[in-house]
Each structure stands twice: as C-alpha cells, then as structure tokens.
C-alpha cells in the first residue's frame, strides 16, 4: 500500500486519495518498533503543513488528550489481545497549533507473529469535529426544550402536590349564579370523588355542623359587605363520616368599583395540627414531671448564660435553690468545673452538636458527668454524679491492662503508655524500647508443663523488674514475651547497661520446687528518636533487633541497626521471589551418599535442594528454608522434592535408598502420609527404599498430630530417621514417644576431632545407648580420615559428609552409584 505520493497510479492510490479528500487519513503501524507511518492527508487533519519523516507510538499518545489516553491504551490493548475484532475508539488529537480535534481512529492488526503477538496495524483517523459539534448542539436544544416542558408540567404537579400534601382545596362561588364549586382537592378533603359540577345545596348542607354553618355565613357575609378577606375556624363533617378542624380563608372578588360577584377561597385541614397542639401540651407536661423526677440536676440556659429553668435536683449541685434561675452558669459551677462547662457550652453553641464532660466537683470531692445540648436558642444542662462508675470503670480498665499471671502490664496497657510516653518525650533525654523473650520456652512447656512454665515467666517477671527504674514501664505482651520501655535515659548507652544487666539477671539457675533450671532470654534494642516518635517503627525495629540475637546469639542482645531493616526487607523480597521459584524452575536437587562404615558401599543418598535465584545466584538453604517455613511455601516446595526425588531414585540399584528431610511444618501443613502414598504409587519406588528424616523437634513437642503422622508413616512401610540428634532440647529419653528406625548424629560433635588421640565423650554416650536400644547410627560431618576412623571404631553403621565429595545432582550419583565414592576405603 502507498500510503504517500502526488500521482494516483493504480486504483490503490486512487482509493487513498479518496479516501483523504474526505476528511480521513491513514497511518500504518509496526507494533514490535513502535514506529508509525502517516499519510500527508493524516498530518493535514491536524494542521501540519509539512509531513515529518518518521513518528513513533510515544509520540503518538502524547498528541492524545489526556482525559482520552487511557481510554485509548487500554482499547488498543483489548484489540492486542484479540477482545475486539477491531480497534475502533473517539477522542481528542492536538493539533499543530495546540488546539484539540475530535477524531474516530479505526485500525485492525494484519500481521502477527508465530504466538499470535501482534507484529503490524493499519488504520484510518476521520475528523468529525464538525459532526460531533452539530451533534452535541443538537442534544442541548433538544435537553433544552425537554426541561423548560418537564418544569411547567413539573410547577403544575407540584402546585396539585402542596395542596395535597397540605390538606388544602379551592372552591370558588358565584354569587350571581348561585353556584360553589370544589377543586379535586377540596373534594378530597371532603371525602367524595371529584365531580366536574357544583355543589348542591344538599351536599353542602350536610358538610358543616348547624352552628358552623351560620358563623360561616355570617362571617363570608360581613367580609363581602367590607370587601376584606376573611378568615375563619370551624369543624367540617366529611362526607364518610368524619369530623375535621379546618380553617377556611375567603375574600371577594368583582370589578373595579363594583360589588362583588363571586367569592373565592382555600379550605385546610388542620385536625393534625390541633391533635399535635393539644400533644404537644401534654408532653410538656410530661416533660416537666419526667425532669423533675430524674435523678439529673437540669438547668437550661439561654444564649446569653442566663438560667431559665432548674428542676429541684439542681440545688444539689449548685446549692442555689429556686434561686437558680436568672443565675449565670459561672455563678453557679464556680472555679475549674465552671470554666470548662462555660466552654463546653460555647461548642455545643457553635457546632450544634451535644457535648459531654467529665468533671472533677471540688465542694464534694465527687466525679460528675455533664451533657450540654445546644438547642435553638438555649443550652440545656444535664449534671449526674458518676463517682462509683468511674472507680468501678478505673478498675476495669486497671484489670483491662494487667497480665494476670505477672501482675505487670500487659500489651494494650503498654502500648497505650508507650505512645503516650513518645509524645511527650523530653528534649535531652533518650528512650529505648526492648523486645525479649524466653529460649527454648515451648519445650520447658512441653517437657515440664503449663505450670512450671508459669512460674518460669513470673521469676522472669520479677528478675526483669529487679533491673529495672521506677520509671521503666515492664509487660508481658505475649506468651513468653516481654517488652520493657526505658523512659527519660540521660544517653542511649544505658538502654545497653540495662540490657547486660538483665542478661546477668538470667544466669542465675531458677529454683522451682524440685526443678533447677537454667533459662535465657533473646533480648532486641531499640533506641528511639527525637525526631520519630512512631510508636509502631520503634517496635519492629526492636523486633528485628530481637530476631537477629534469636538466629545469631541466642541469650544475649542485639541493637537495631539500619541494616537489620534491610536485610528483613531482603528477606520479605526472597519470600516473594521464592514463592515463584518453583514456576520458574530455579529450584534443583543434588545428593550427598550415605557410606556404610564396614565397607565404603553407598547405602542411600541424601536428598538436598538448592536454590539459583536468577540476580542474587545460589541462595544457602539455611536461609530460604526457614522463609519457606515461616511462609507455608515448605508445603509446595516439599511435595515437589518428594515427587523428584523419589522419581530420580527409581533409576537407583534396589539396595540404594533415598533419604528426603520433612520439617515439622510440613506435618502441621499438609496431609503428609497422604502425599507420601500418592508420590510412591505414581513413581513405583519400594516403601523400604524411602527414608524420612525427621527432627527430633517433633519428638520434643509430644504433638498429638505429629505422633500420630509418624504412625500413619509407618504403616506406609516407609523408614522413620530421627535427624540431627542431641542438637536441640531433649534426651535419649524422648525416643520412649516413637520408636524410630534409625538415627542420625549431628555434625557438630565431629568437629573437634582432628588427631587419633582426640577424643568426643558425649558422641560415645549417645553411640553407646544407641547401640544398646539396636538402633543403626548414621554420623554426619565425617570430612578428614581420621574423623572417620574414629566413627569407625565407635561403631556406627553409616557415615555422611564431605570427605566422599561434594552433593551431586542426579547425573553425578548416577556416576558414583557405578564407580563408588572415591573415598571408599
């Protein structure tokens, strides 16, 4: 297609000339540049007289108003996307000269790429300015006349309407004639259908009551012989049978000079209004009475401060009498609790809203409560002595804010002092704020029960208070959490004396009845700033402090620093990043063999998982495993392990067997003997050949759910090891819970090894019961020939680590399965 040139070639060329002369210019589009080619009759629409050599779809949309530019993104995207089966959209185009033109932009992609993107779009842009002005001034008319019709039908009907909803009818009588007629309205009131007719005689006779008809009469009479309207009360009997108050208003009406001809008037019900007087009446009675018998003092004042009424309970409190009145209120209530119900009045005066204080009564040493209404021209005052709900209220909140099982503060009581405390911190003094909480608490709970670990958070309670000054705030805001606000320091290094001194606090072994036990608390310090007085960062920033000494030194302290923050917002970015890893297939397994000590043979492998995160390069499990614990994402990310693992070890000899880690939250997250069956039944893997290693934090929490799991395992006919052993919070004595199938040792009792001679006690105790219960022994961390002669000679079945290699991926065991490790000696 030429989409530029002078001579009409081809039929093509005459097409596009047509099509230009007519107001509408062509453009053609590259969609994967962005590069757009315009007709000269596309730059004319807009008033250039000169056709650029290139343009692009940037440039494009910034000519596009910018009210209309979403509006036209997003309907070129929907075409993109193959929503429409066109782009069609209206909208506004700069011009050469800065002016706006209304537009209709057509287009269709006639090129897309092999996965359906589009590649080219070819289009047309039509000027219809002058058509969408014609349009629009059309409508207006036409909304013009339409309104000034819609408003004298609306008058009419609203004119019917009042009188309606007033309870109003006209009637007009024409003396010459001796006719009355009644408006729709007044038939209405009179409870008859409406007749296009007069009245007759019978039919008027019978609306009024004898006497009200002579005063009627008489009254019309005297106002035609005075040519005045008149006004007149009287009961009116409805043609259904009831009886109504109306009013009815009359003057006459004849020509210039002369005597009247007719008399025209408006009759209104007003039955309402008279039942709502004689109400109205009758409650202010029952107002007086009702005010008289509360137990408020009431006293309303006028605008200017006067007292106008006072029931009997006021002199109670102002001690005035019936003197009360004509008083003002600052003469009443004088000192404190008078200046502030004067101000408290001045509110309610000026915003129209009602005003409550609570007030401190001198002359009694009594706590009031005061209501102030404005009304609309006076202040009403209702005063009652609330001082045994506000002790009773004290009370509630003091009990509100309490622990119960320390007696110090607890969250809410703390935070509310904490933020009060750092809006009015004082210029020269620092505040640090704690986080603290007790190592290991769940296991002394778990081990020693719910009443022992009570005892262990009061003397920690009592310790922590021990350390502190008078004006430190103490609470316990969790389970075993504490916090402590350091209030009014002289520099922030105190807040770090204090928090040495509370670790020192802690080394002494707590005696509790028959038990001694040694406890420790994760301390987090936070230092707060003048300049930031935001009760919610100082927190997180004392918890990160706190998170930071729990995963490095547990039982010690860590101050906050900028980079703690940091690295937590590297830490919420890898949560992120990991939640997508396994789509973006970063994840990858590798294999560590477990060697048997008799003769070097690969008894099983270890299946380890790594991550390659595609900016940051390989994450240590170390650290993206407890984010993926912390964030439930172990659940996919284990079942996914499973399922690969198992599938690489079906191409395994028989004998081999495959060792996978399950973390605790697994089993709290997932259906895992559920998945085990399912992922053996799909790969065909021998139940014996999978190994489960389990950490021995299952065995110390006695869970109900996780013993039970462990049983369900074992029906599978799956082999239970009991990982990492003697590294945590237990004994030998917690394998009473669930018999496992064998266990594995932790690296750290290895490490001291590094001569024939040295020697590992503790290593040998546990090998040693172990090996007396018949239960197979797999040590870990075995990296120099010695520390592997010495396993050897303790008698452990299977030893694991570096020394036979690094972990393979399954191309690599594959190549250690046939040749063996090349430690096997």
Same mark, same amino acid.
Request: aromatic share 6%; glycine share 8%; hydrophobic share 40%.
């Given at each position: 297609?030429?989409?530029?040139?002078?001579?009409?070639?081809?039929?093509?060329? /005459?097409?596009?000339?047509?099509?230009?002369?007519?107001?509408?210019?062509?453009?053609?589009?590259?969609?994967?540049?962005?590069?757009?080619?315009?007709?000269?009759?596309?730059?004319?629409?807009?008033?250039?007289?000169?056709?650029?050599?290139?343009?692009?779809?940037?440039?494009?949309?910034?000519?596009?108003?910018?009210?209309?530019?979403?509006?036209?993104?997003?309907?070129?995207?929907?075409?993109?996307?193959?929503?429409?089966?066109?782009?069609?959209?209206?909208?506004? #185009?700069?011009?050469?000269?800065?002016?706006?033109?209304?537009?209709?932009?057509?287009?269709?992609?006639?090129?897309?790429?092999?996965?359906?993107?589009?590649?080219?779009?070819?289009?047309?842009?039509?000027? /219809?300015?002058?058509?969408?002005?014609?349009?629009?001034?059309?409508?207006?008319?036409?909304?013009?006349?339409?309104?000034?019709?819609?408003?004298?039908?609306?008058?009419?009907?609203?004119?019917?309407?009042?009188?309606?909803?007033?309870?109003?009818?006209?009637?007009?009588?024409?003396?010459?004639?001796?006719?009355?007629?009644?408006?729709?309205?007044?038939?209405?009131?009179?409870?008859?259908?409406?007749?296009?007719?007069?009245?007759?005689?019978?039919?008027?006779?019978?609306?009024?009551?004898?006497?009200?008809?002579?005063?009627?009469?008489?009254?019309?009479?005297?106002?035609?012989?005075?040519?005045?309207?008149?006004?007149?009360? $009287?009961?009116?009997?409805?043609?259904?049978?009831?009886?109504?108050?109306?009013? *009815?208003?009359?003057?006459?009406?004849?020509?210039?000079?002369?005597?009247?001809?007719?008399?025209?008037?408006?009759?209104?019900?007003?039955?309402?209004?008279?039942?709502?007087?004689?109400?109205?009446?009758?409650?202010?009675?029952?107002?007086?009475?009702?005010?008289?018998?509360?137990?408020?003092?009431?006293?309303?004042?006028?605008?200017?401060?006067?007292?106008?009424?006072?029931?009997?309970?006021?002199?109670?409190?102002?001690?005035?009498?019936?003197?009360? @009145?004509?008083?003002?209120?600052?003469?009443?209530?004088?000192?404190?609790?008078?200046?502030?119900?004067?101000?408290?009045?001045?509110?309610?005066?000026?915003?129209?809203?009602?005003?409550?204080?609570?007030?401190?009564?001198?002359?009694?040493?009594?706590?009031?409560?005061?209501?102030?209404?404005?009304?609309?021209?006076?202040?009403?005052?209702?005063?009652?002595?609330?001082?045994?709900?506000?002790?009773?209220?004290?009370?509630?909140?003091?009990?509100?804010?309490?622990?119960?099982?320390?007696?110090?503060?607890?969250?809410?009581?703390?935070?509310?002092?904490?933020?009060?405390?750092?809006?009015?911190?004082?210029?020269?003094?620092?505040?640090?704020?704690?986080?603290?909480?007790?190592?290991?608490?769940?296991?002394?709970?778990?081990?020693?029960? $719910?009443?022992?670990?009570?005892?262990?958070?009061?003397?920690?309670?009592?310790? =922590?208070?021990?350390?502190?000054?008078?004006?430190?705030?103490?609470?316990?805001?969790?389970?075993?959490?504490?916090?402590?606000?350091?209030?009014?320091?002289?520099?922030?290094?105190?807040?770090?004396?204090?928090?040495?001194?509370?670790?020192?606090?802690?080394?002494?072994?707590?005696?509790?009845?028959?038990?001694?036990?040694?406890?420790?608390?994760?301390?987090?310090?936070?230092?707060?700033?003048?300049?930031?007085?935001?009760?919610?960062?100082?927190?997180?920033?004392?918890?990160?402090? #706190?998170?930071?000494?729990?995963?490095?030194?547990?039982?010690?302290?860590?101050?906050?620093?900028?980079?703690?923050?940091?690295?937590?917002?590297?830490?919420?970015?890898?949560?992120?990043?990991?939640?997508?890893? =396994?789509?973006? *297939?970063?994840?990858?397994?590798?294999?560590?063999?477990?060697?048997?000590?008799?003769?070097?043979?690969?008894?099983?492998?270890?299946?380890?998982?790594?991550?390659?995160?595609?900016?940051?390069?390989?994450?240590?499990?170390?650290?993206?495993?407890?984010?993926?614990?912390?964030?439930?994402?172990?659940?996919?990310?284990?079942?996914? @392990?499973?399922?690969?693992?198992?599938?690489?070890?079906?191409?395994?000899?028989?004998?081999?067997?495959?060792?996978?880690?399950?973390?605790?939250?697994?089993?709290?997250?997932?259906?895992?003997?559920?998945?085990?069956?399912?992922?053996?039944?799909?790969?065909?893997?021998?139940?014996?050949? =999978? $190994?489960?290693?389990?950490?021995?934090?299952?065995?110390?929490?006695?869970?109900?759910?996780?013993?039970?799991?462990? $049983?369900?395992?074992?029906?599978?006919?799956?082999?239970?090891?009991?990982?990492?052993?003697?590294?945590?919070?237990?004994?030998?004595?917690?394998?009473?819970?669930?018999?496992?199938?064998?266990?594995?040792?932790?690296?750290?009792?290895?490490?001291?090894?590094?001569?024939?001679?040295?020697?590992?006690?503790?290593?040998?105790?546990?090998?040693?019961?172990?090996?007396?219960?018949?239960?197979?022994?797999? @040590?870990?961390?075995?990296?120099?020939?010695?520390?592997?002669?010495? @396993?050897?000679?303790?008698?452990?079945?299977?030893?694991?680590?570096?020394?036979?290699?690094?972990?393979?991926?399954?191309?690599?065991?594959?190549?250690?399965?046939?040749?063996?490790?090349?430690?096997?000696?």
């Amino acid at each position: 297609m030429t989409l530029v040139g002078n001579r009409p070639d081809d039929f093509t060329d /005459i097409v596009n000339l047509a099509v230009e002369e007519s107001g509408t210019g062509i453009w053609d589009r590259d969609v994967v540049t962005g590069e757009i080619r315009y007709s000269r009759g596309w730059w004319r629409i807009l008033g250039y007289a000169e056709m650029p050599a290139r343009s692009h779809i940037e440039a494009a949309y910034a000519r596009v108003h910018p009210d209309d530019l979403d509006y036209v993104r997003q309907t070129m995207q929907d075409h993109f996307d193959r929503r429409t089966a066109r782009y069609e959209v209206e909208h506004r #185009l700069r011009c050469a000269d800065g002016s706006y033109k209304w537009v209709l932009s057509r287009g269709m992609v006639v090129e897309r790429d092999i996965a359906g993107r589009p590649v080219r779009m070819v289009g047309t842009t039509t000027d /219809i300015t002058t058509l969408r002005t014609l349009a629009e001034e059309l409508a207006r008319e036409k909304a013009e006349a339409r309104f000034r019709a819609e408003q004298l039908a609306e008058r009419t009907r609203e004119q019917a309407a009042a009188h309606r909803l007033a309870q109003i009818g006209s009637w007009q009588w024409d003396l010459a004639a001796g006719e009355i007629r009644f408006s729709p309205e007044t038939w209405q009131l009179a409870g008859g259908e409406a007749r296009n007719r007069p009245v007759t005689l019978d039919e008027l006779r019978a609306l009024f009551p004898p006497a009200d008809r002579r005063l009627l009469l008489r009254r019309f009479v005297a106002g035609l012989k005075a040519g005045q309207p008149v006004s007149v009360q $009287h009961r009116l009997t409805a043609f259904d049978g009831r009886t109504l108050d109306v009013v *009815s208003y009359a003057e006459p009406i004849g020509e210039a000079g002369g005597r009247a001809r007719r008399l025209r008037g408006v009759t209104q019900d007003v039955t309402a209004y008279r039942r709502m007087q004689a109400a109205l009446r009758s409650s202010e009675a029952l107002a007086f009475r009702v005010l008289e018998a509360t137990r408020d003092a009431v006293i309303v004042f006028d605008r200017g401060g006067r007292a106008r009424f006072a029931n009997a309970r006021a002199a109670r409190f102002a001690g005035a009498g019936q003197e009360i @009145v004509g008083h003002r209120l600052a003469d009443l209530f004088p000192g404190t609790a008078g200046h502030r119900l004067a101000a408290g009045a001045e509110r309610a005066a000026a915003t129209g809203a009602p005003v409550r204080l609570e007030l401190s009564w001198a002359p009694t040493g009594r706590w009031l409560e005061a209501d102030l209404y404005p009304g609309e021209d006076d202040i009403s005052l209702f005063v009652r002595d609330v001082t045994e709900r506000k002790l009773t209220q004290d009370r509630l909140i003091e009990a509100a804010e309490t622990d119960s099982l320390t007696g110090e503060f607890n969250r809410r009581g703390f935070f509310t002092r904490l933020e009060a405390a750092l809006t009015a911190q004082a210029r020269g003094r620092a505040m640090a704020l704690i986080c603290a909480d007790v190592n290991y608490f769940t296991e002394i709970n778990d081990s020693f029960g $719910h009443g022992v670990g009570d005892e262990v958070l009061k003397t920690v309670a009592r310790r =922590l208070k021990s350390c502190l000054r008078p004006r430190d705030i103490l609470a316990r805001t969790g389970g075993d959490e504490f916090m402590i606000l350091l209030n009014g320091m002289r520099r922030p290094g105190d807040a770090t004396t204090l928090a040495r001194r509370i670790v020192g606090a802690m080394e002494e072994r707590f005696e509790l009845g028959d038990l001694s036990l040694r406890i420790s608390l994760s301390i987090g310090l936070a230092i707060a700033s003048l300049a930031d007085r935001d009760a919610a960062r100082l927190c997180r920033h004392a918890d990160l402090a #706190l998170y930071e000494t729990r995963t490095e030194a547990p039982g010690s302290f860590r101050v906050f620093t900028p980079a703690m923050e940091q690295e937590s917002l590297r830490k919420r970015q890898l949560k992120r990043d990991l939640a997508d890893a =396994l789509g973006r *297939s970063e994840l990858e397994l590798a294999f560590q063999p477990i060697v048997r000590t008799a003769d070097g043979t690969i008894a099983a492998a270890e299946t380890l998982l790594r991550w390659n995160h595609p900016e940051q390069g390989r994450i240590p499990p170390a650290e993206f495993i407890p984010l993926a614990e912390e964030s439930g994402l172990i659940a996919p990310i284990g079942a996914w @392990v499973l399922r690969q693992a198992c599938a690489a070890a079906c191409r395994w000899p028989e004998a081999v067997g495959l060792s996978v880690n399950v973390s605790p939250r697994q089993i709290e997250l997932a259906d895992l003997p559920a998945l085990v069956r399912d992922v053996l039944e799909a790969t065909e893997l021998a139940p014996r050949r =999978l $190994h489960l290693e389990i950490t021995e934090t299952v065995l110390v929490s006695r869970n109900r759910h996780y013993l039970a799991t462990l $049983h369900r395992l074992r029906e599978l006919g799956v082999r239970l090891v009991l990982d990492d052993f003697g590294t945590g919070y237990s004994s030998l004595a917690q394998l009473d819970a669930f018999r496992f199938d064998a266990m594995k040792i932790d690296q750290s009792f290895l490490r001291r090894i590094r001569a024939e001679t040295d020697e590992t006690p503790i290593l040998n105790a546990i090998v040693g019961m172990a090996t007396a219960i018949r239960m197979p022994i797999t @040590v870990e961390g075995v990296e120099t020939q010695v520390q592997l002669n010495h @396993v050897r000679r303790l008698g452990a079945a299977c030893v694991q680590g570096f020394y036979f290699g690094q972990p393979v991926n399954e191309a690599g065991m594959q190549g250690l399965l046939a040749r063996g490790v090349p430690a096997s000696r």
